[in-house]
């Protein structure tokens, strides 16, 4: 039974470049949630994906944006990337019926901002 | 979602329980506690959540007190491989299409030989 898995697990790009980070979720669940964590910090929720849509987001620019697939994997895009882009991001997955039932995460995509 | 509070850090012996506690006092009703852990450079790993009664699974125990403004994440036998930072988080229906999860700062457990 595979877990979250994260493509790629590392990525450098150059300020303004944009970016694409992908997240296949745990078998049975079909929500996605994309989290930024900074060093030293805790992950910081970015936005959360079900049924195709936004469905919740958090205090993050325009300039991230994602996607859900019919079949529950999602993109995170980042566009016109600045050095403080640099994290650690991390993708959740859960599932839509089971209340209280746990998230799970991935992972991560390290990116580095130069 | 409520607002939790945990010690910094804390350092513990090789065998011996490690207890984390976590304050919650603005938690309401609805709201379930969970806990997570995160060792360096790899994704936060779920440990165990619970509502209001005590749970216990193969990793942990998890003690709620009956107001519910608390909780203790225990680690019956602690081991290297248990260091990491611990998350306590509160959040409504935190497995749903609607759970949004704030992470705070977290408790770094030392485990010591």
């Known amino acids: 039974d595979a877990g979250v898995t994260q493509s790629p697990t590392h990525l450098i790009k150059t300020r303004g470049q944009q970016v694409t980070l992908r997240c296949s979720p745990k078998?049975?669940?079909?929500?996605v949630s994309w989290y930024q964590q900074a060093l030293g910090q805790g992950p910081q929720f970015i936005f959360q994906?079900?049924?195709?849509?936004?469905?919740q987001r958090g205090n993050f620019p325009d300039r991230f944006s994602g996607h859900q697939f019919p079949n529950y994997s999602s993109e995170l895009n980042v566009n016109a990337l600045l050095l403080g882009d640099s994290a650690l991001y991390l993708c959740?997955?859960?599932?839509?019926?089971?209340?209280?039932?746990?998230?799970?995460f991935g992972d991560g995509t390290r990116l580095s901002i130069l | 979602d409520a607002k939790t509070t945990q010690p910094p850090s804390m350092d513990c012996a090789e065998g011996r329980a490690a207890n984390l506690p976590c304050n919650h006092s603005?938690?309401?009703?609805?709201?379930?506690v969970y806990w997570y852990r995160q060792i360096h450079s790899q994704g936060p790993q779920y440990i165990i959540h619970?509502?209001?009664n005590n749970e216990t699974n193969e990793m942990a125990s998890l003690i709620i007190t009956e107001d519910r403004k608390s909780s203790t994440l225990i680690l019956p036998h602690a081991t290297l491989r248990d260091t990491a930072v611990y998350y306590c988080?509160?959040?409504?229906?935190?497995?749903?299409?609607?759970?949004?999860?704030?992470f705070g700062q977290g408790t770094i457990l030392t485990v010591h030989p």
């Open positions: 959740a997955s859960g599932h839509s019926g089971g209340v209280g039932q746990p998230q799970h």
């Open positions: 078998s049975g669940h079909d929500t």
């Open positions: 994906y079900y049924e195709e849509e936004e469905r």
């Open positions: 603005t938690i309401s009703g609805n709201e379930y």
């Open positions: 619970g509502l209001k």
């Open positions: 988080i509160v959040s409504r229906r935190g497995g749903t299409s609607y759970g949004k999860l704030t």
